[in-house]
């Protein structure tokens, strides 16, 4: 891996106009440092009366999947045109990124129940682990794959995967609360699962060494399409109340409106 570390000028020359090599590592693991700390949100589920996590759970949820479509849409497919790919191309990336994560949910039940109860996810607390580490690993991927384009872009898109991290580490949490984990080992392999999407960075990182990681972007994009679509959508859909549903939708639009707002926003 060391290897891969050692890039020529005509390396740091395709990584765009934000620098070179060292610069552009230092943004992929701080950027999965920070992701990795994320998991520690999920303290709040011991600070929080249950009603009030219940009530601030799905408006968070409604936000996150407004922010990843949002950056799916705005950023990285507008991104992966810009480089100057065959559109059916980069489009079959999207289509084989949402469809991966289809399969990946079908068979390790990763689904995150964004809920204070056991009944979401009933006791397969390290298979949930597991799946969760695997997502985070390829949201380190996408992201890190994000910022070898362009800086700014691996900003935005690391913008919207911690629009959705947040509230799938306080419904993990809670729920291995629930299923009988103490809060101390509850946290420590909440962590441990979120490091993987670090060593994810690092692992796109050494590999755009070798290989053209420009199809990470377009699959990417279609990793957040999956996850805002068929995770987090019908969690927010079908409430009883219109005054909440009403909520839901205006939190969806706000993230929508984030990043098309960070999108029109000129770059420096």
């Known amino acids: 891996v060391l290897s891969c570390f050692r890039g020529g000028r005509s390396r740091a020359k395709r990584l765009g106009p934000h620098g070179g090599t060292v610069s552009v590592l230092a943004w ?83 689904h995150h129940c964004h809920r204070a109860s056991a009944s979401c996810r009933e006791p397969m607390s390290y298979l949930i682990l597991i799946g969760d580490g695997l997502h985070n690993f390829l949201g380190g991927l996408a992201v890190a794959g994000a910022f070898l384009a362009d800086v700014r872009l691996g900003v935005t898109t690391w913008l919207a995967a911690v629009a959705h991290e947040v509230p799938q580490e306080l419904g993990d949490f809670a729920v291995l609360l629930h299923a009988g984990w103490s809060r101390k080992r509850a946290l420590i392999f909440n962590f441990l699962s979120a490091l993987t999407f670090l060593v994810g960075g690092i692992v796109a990182y050494a590999a755009s060494f070798r290989i053209d990681v420009g199809f990470l972007l377009p699959f990417a994009a279609g990793n957040f399409l999956y996850i805002a679509a068929s995770d987090l959508v019908p969690e927010v859909n079908r409430h009883h109340d219109p005054w909440r549903n009403a909520l839901h939708f205006l939190c969806f639009l706000a993230g929508v409106a984030l990043l098309y707002a960070l999108a029109a926003v000129p770059a420096a």
């Open 28 to 110: 992929i693991l701080a950027s999965g440092l920070a992701m990795s700390a994320v998991a520690f949100v999920g303290a709040l589920a011991l600070l929080l009366p249950k009603r009030w996590l219940d009530e601030l759970m799905l408006p968070l949820v409604a936000l996150a999947a407004g922010s990843l479509l949002g950056g799916a849409f705005f950023h990285m497919i507008p991104g992966a045109f810009r480089a100057g790919r065959d559109p059916l191309a980069l489009l079959a990336w999207v289509a084989a990124g949402f469809s991966l994560f289809l399969l990946l949910e079908q068979y390790l039940h990763w």
